[in-house]
């Protein structure tokens, strides 16, 4: 039997694992045919073995005592030979000038490791390198005509943009091109796809932006590869948009899309893995354990099904999908019941970072960062005003959105004075986003203008956009900084900022 993972057993269990194969050892070393097991007499297969896999030491291990150590052979798994593999991998999927693409390849990891910025969800080791490979022999077979640097080209750029922070996307088109220079192959267009991600975020009232439909056709191209990508990036992003329209577009297009969303933090392990009582053996269904079996089920429709985890990851409760998520494909319950991921399922996890995450689920999954700071905070607004009834009403009220706020957000969150000096940030009770203080504004006005909805008096507007502005920018403030803020939009709307006045 080979166990996987060993080494995230509890100690208390391990110990008692050693003294069950040193009996087994025995028993083969005096070449019994039956021997007692457990005060159970069983028969024996001198043919058996047992083989362990485990990974060094991190949040979630524990240290193996020395009595199972004595027990096994210690094999070690060096660093293997990218290179080689890469070349062996292009070898069998077609490709001609192998080892030269092979040596780029491996060439533009490294430098990419090097050069990038240190993200807790960035891998450049052999699962990432697979998946580019894999996407790579498509591509070769979907367009056997294109020159084979342009293929590799491609699936380099693709599969790995997804996963960079706004910051790394210009050093690592940078990469690509000292590697492959004069290559310029613009992104591919799904026609149907593109067009359907278009029309569903359109029908929910969305603003179409080409990043965010580029977003959800990196998330369908990552899922052609890895059937568990994560979606990383911090709130504001647009991450559950970005899930959403995918599911949303493949249903129109036909290919009927369902989410089954779950919160594993909210529950502790055995409500969500399920539980079996030492005692009477009874098994009791956790959550997750009954959401895959259901999802799992044999189906004739042309669907596919989506387990989406919207919640933090830490090696409490992931560790134990690390099977699932590699290619052997397999949750493995407390009570021994092993269930195959089926090919209509897929596993999604939506999360702000992966701090508390190990290197051995990392690369097992696909990457998708959502960087809020391609979304910003006007698309928001645009879609909140574009809701107003009154066309005057909107227009005014979009003037003084770009008067009062764009400003009063820099000074709140970077510093940023009326004179483009850079000072100190105003301080908030919790952190806030930028997009989280225009929501609030938005709701302000929408409560204040729910009695006006026909309002275009420019003066009254702004006296209640200022008053909205006031109570939820400046809302979540400290004392000393409500003054400082009160002082700066005054001096933007013009007013007196003596303390006997009042905005």
Known sequence: GCFDEFNRIDVSVLSVISTQLKTIQNAIIMNLKRFQFEGTEIALDDRMGVFVTMNPGYAGRTELPESVKALFRPVVCIVPDLEQICQIMLFSEGFLMAATLAKKMTVLYKLAKGQLSKQYHYDFGMRALKAVLVMAGELKRGSPDL??????????????????????????LGLIQDLFPGLDCPRVRYESFNSAVEQVLAENKYVVLPHQVDKVVQLYETMLTRHTTMVVGNTGGGKSVVINTLAQAQ?????????????????????????????TRDWTDGLLSKIFRECCKPTDKQERRY?????????????????????????????????????????????????????ATISRCGMVYVDP????????????????????????????????????????????D??????????????????????????????????????????????TFLCALTWSLGAGL???????????????AGLPSSSSSSS
């Not at 369902?258 to 009582?277: C, H, P, W």
């Not at 400290?478 to 933007?492: A, G, H, N, Q, S």
Request: glycine residues 4%.
């Open 147 to 172: 020159d084979e640097d342009t293929v590799l080209m491609r699936a380099l750029r693709d599969m790995n943009l997804p996963k960079f922070v706004f910051e790394d996307v210009p050093l690592f």
């Open 251 to 279: 249903t129109k297009l036909g290919l009927q899309t369902k989410l089954f969303t779950l919160n594993a933090k909210a529950i502790n392990i055995s409500e969500l893995y399920g539980v079996l009582d030492p005692v």
């Open 307 to 359: 387990i989406v985890f919207d919640t933090d990851v830490d090696a409490l409760w992931v560790e134990n999908m690390n099977s699932v998520m590699d290619d052997n494909k397999l949750l493995t319950l407390p009570n021994g019941e092993r269930i195959r991921l089926a090919k209509h399922v897929a596993l999604l996890v939506e999360v702000a970072d992966l701090q508390y995450a190990s290197p």
């Open 373 to 416: 700071k391609n979304l910003g905070f006007v698309p928001y607004w645009q879609k909140w005003c574009t809701a107003r009834p009154s066309e005057a009403q909107r227009t005014v009220l979009t003037t003084l959105f770009d008067k009062y706020v764009p400003s009063c957000i820099a000074r709140i969150l970077d510093g940023v």
């Open 418 to 463: 009326e004179t483009g000096q850079i000072g100190d940030r105003l301080k908030n009770i919790i952190p806030r986003t930028n997009l989280n203080l225009v929501t609030q504004l938005c709701h302000l006005l929408e409560a204040l203008l729910a009695a006006h909805a026909d309002l275009e008096d420019p003066a009254t507007l702004e006296a």
């Open 478 to 492: 400290l004392e000393d900084d409500r003054v400082i803020f009160d002082k700066y939009v005054k001096r933007l």
